[in-house]
């Protein structure tokens, strides 16, 4: 079965400052994919940035970055330049095979920018 | 990114009364998935439906769930006779599809606005 666990339940920053958000999981299977996805106030979930696990290179999409270890099956979030905007929950998901399976979540961690 | 609609998107239900959530995708998909998220708690996966008919279903998906797609658009989620425990966030999400003019990625999950149902 797959897990996937955050151990902050909350963290905050200062406007314009990094912050990296923790996330490990759990699987047996080879081929899988990793997300992080943010839900602000209004509870919408968005697509933040995804990982294929066979690459070996870590994604970035703009401020975002992950830092994906797969042999110590983590998966952090890095958001350079933080902003006001940013502060959202943020969920870490895994989802089997190509992605079309399950997606498996973590309990969030509540990210407060300050300014 | 594809785009994703869902209505209502607040319902208000009395315990033990039919509820059905729906959701529009703007452009033809073949994954559909159900989410839910009690307040304050982590999204759970309900169900997904790939060519017309589930794939695989959560056990909280029990016989009191069902899904269709009634007329080839639209994607309904149906509580039969629902519970205070059922009060929550419903989402919705599909699956990209670079086929279509929407795109997405077809290995990646979008998801509509959510429904948040509440039962008295």
């Known amino acids: 079965a797959q897990t996937v666990t955050q151990s902050q339940p909350e963290m905050s920053v200062q406007e314009a400052e990094t912050v990296t958000l923790s996330c490990t999981y759990d699987t047996s299977e080879n081929n899988y994919y990793l997300f992080w996805y943010k839900q602000p106030p209004s509870r919408q979930m968005i697509l933040v940035i995804r990982q294929e696990a066979y690459k070996q290179q870590n994604a970035t999409e703009n401020r975002f970055s992950v830092n994906f270890q797969k042999a110590a099956k983590s998966f952090s979030l890095k958001i350079s330049d933080s902003q006001l905007g940013d502060t959202a929950m943020y969920f870490c998901a895994s989802a089997l095979q190509g992605g079309s399976e399950k997606l498996v979540f973590g309990k969030g961690t509540k990210l407060t920018v300050n300014p | 990114e594809p785009e994703v609609t869902q209505t209502p998107s607040h319902q208000v239900t009395q315990m033990g009364q039919e509820v059905i959530l729906r959701c529009v995708p703007i452009?033809?998909?073949?994954?559909f998935y159900w989410y839910r998220q009690i307040l304050g708690q982590k999204v759970e996966f309900l169900v997904s439906f790939y060519n017309n008919e589930i794939s695989e279903k959560s056990e909280i998906f029990d016989d009191q769930f069902s899904v269709e797609r009634p007329d080839g658009s639209n994607f309904t989620l149906k509580i039969r006779s629902t519970k205070l425990e059922d009060s929550a966030m419903y989402f919705c999400?599909?699956?990209?599809?670079?086929?279509?003019?929407?795109?997405?990625?077809?290995?990646?999950?979008?998801f509509g606005p959510g429904t948040r149902l509440t039962v008295l």
């Open positions: 452009s033809n998909h073949l994954y």
């Open positions: 999400a599909i699956l990209g599809d670079s086929l279509f003019l929407a795109g997405g990625s077809t290995d990646t999950q979008y």
